[in-house]
């Protein structure tokens, strides 16, 4: 089922959609891996019921900072999850851009054929004032497309590497509570007969859970600032400075010298062969 | 077939014997994670390639530095199972003390039986030298299953917190250069028909990637130790002060007079029962 969908996705996004899959798995593991760690943790307090007081007390204790150890793996997950969307977003400017290319290799492949089979036809006028208005669509298009690409992809991977940070620090102090936790328990060897002394790390184990709870609580990440100066960009993925009418003539401009220029002249010369991609993709657009 | 197998286990280890199973899953779970973010790694690496100079230099090295990080992931998961082998030293020890249990419940369900049906015969002094003697092998055994478990417990849950830390540090490290890495990336958004300036900060990337690897090369964890007065441990669980042969006497003492006093006295009286454990127990020793 799934790879059939990955065979309809238009090839600029064959690679993203690929890694986002993926993505989804990691995504998975990680749910997994907080689910089992939970479990761990609550088995790990079931036993100690059967233990010694000492044994008891600690390892409930130290099933409870597993728990929450677990529990930030699941937060995890949920940021990769996050970042994962924005992903997405870059991949959906990529399969929207496609159709702007293919239209415009279409009127290219038509100027081919037509130059050929008919030189004098009056419809070649017709076409080469629709091949501008492509590359000028294309022009904006692959803007775009640069823009998001790279707003998204900053975004993306400040809030994946903020998701290890977070996770990192937040284990990190759990795991030192808990190997406080542990050394209060006494593994001094006994002799046969020998009753163990009384308990009496009861309360300075408490103290540990509660130093836990307000390290939790007050927690702040300690991240670097990722910059972007992507701030500007308008809903049309454009800078928010350029009013898209206004830039209109100008874009149309530029895209009658890019396909008056001697080079795409000769591209189309050479039987319609553009430098993006194939015409195979012409059928997505038909679908 | 594994739930099977679980109720073979005797009693006393079968909430170990549980857990042991789950942190299975646990660590297949983290080594599922590593693999998926490896995937994931590659891939982005695959689709920079398609991509302007800068975002294909960039997304190659991040691609690299996740990777690393996925790596760091499976081995935690290669921690995980140290600290896991560790816990089943219990779980063993817990399983070779339930027949020396089972046995003295044997003699004193005998003992109760016989005084019930032929209260004067002599086979009842035999039977109480067999109980004295199945009392001091009790007293061995839970004095050698309470000094592994706690030395076993504190052993474990060092590693366990130890690797939770160790992947903590290196993962934040190198989510920071990762971060200072998607710095190098400008986000300025363009306008149709601009081309965007030379990438200039491969050189910078590279750094970045260095810093990385001499990072992970010098790292060495922050940790506070786990004390353990365990040392003195000697082959057979006991504090290595304690010579057994030497000890043998005394044990042989203790032994009787638990078998003699009041209270073990009553507990026969009652019926045979025990404080430990049910009877059903007895199948699994003749297994």
């Known amino acids: 089922m799934s790879s059939l969908r990955g065979i309809q996705q238009p090839e600029l996004s064959k690679k993203l959609y690929k890694l986002i899959k993926t993505e989804n798995h990691q995504v998975s593991a990680y749910e997994t891996a907080s689910r089992e760690s939970q479990s ?22 130290l099933g409870v900072l597993l728990a929450e150890i677990a529990e930030q793996e ?17 991949r959906n400017t990529e399969s929207s851009v496609q159709p702007t290319r293919n239209h415009k290799t279409k009127i290219q492949d038509e100027i081919q054929k037509l130059k050929y089979k008919e030189p004098t036809s009056p419809k070649l006028v017709t ?10 669509q294309s022009l904006v298009a692959e803007a775009q497309l640069t823009n998001v690409t790279r707003q998204k992809f900053k975004e993306a991977y400040d809030l994946h590497t903020a998701a290890i940070i977070e996770r990192a620090e937040k ?61 500007r960009l308008g809903v049309n993925a454009m800078p928010g400075s350029i009013e898209q009418e206004a830039a209109q003539p100008r874009i149309m401009q530029q895209a009658e010298e890019i396909v008056q220029s001697p080079q795409q002249q000769e591209t189309v010369g050479r039987g319609g062969q553009v430098p993006y991609y194939s015409t195979s993709e012409t059928t997505y657009v038909a679908a």
Chains 1, 2 share one sequence.
């Open 74 to 90: 699941d937060l995890f997950a949920q940021h990769l999850e996050d970042s994962r969307g924005v992903l997405k977003q870059i």
């Open 171 to 231: 284990q990190i102090m759990l795991a030192q509570q808990a190997r406080r936790l542990v050394n209060l328990l006494d593994d001094t060897p006994t002799v046969p007969g020998e009753e163990r002394a009384p308990f009496e790390n009861s309360e300075a184990a408490r103290e540990v859970l509660n130093d836990a709870e307000a390290g939790l609580r007050n927690y702040s990440p300690s991240i670097e600032p990722i910059h972007s100066a992507a701030g």
């Open 127 to 136: 076409l080469e004032q629709e091949l501008v208005r492509a590359e000028a």
């Open 40 to 61: 761990v943790a609550s088995q790990l307090s079931e036993w100690g019921e059967t233990q010694d007081d000492a044994v008891s007390d600690i390892s409930d204790k």
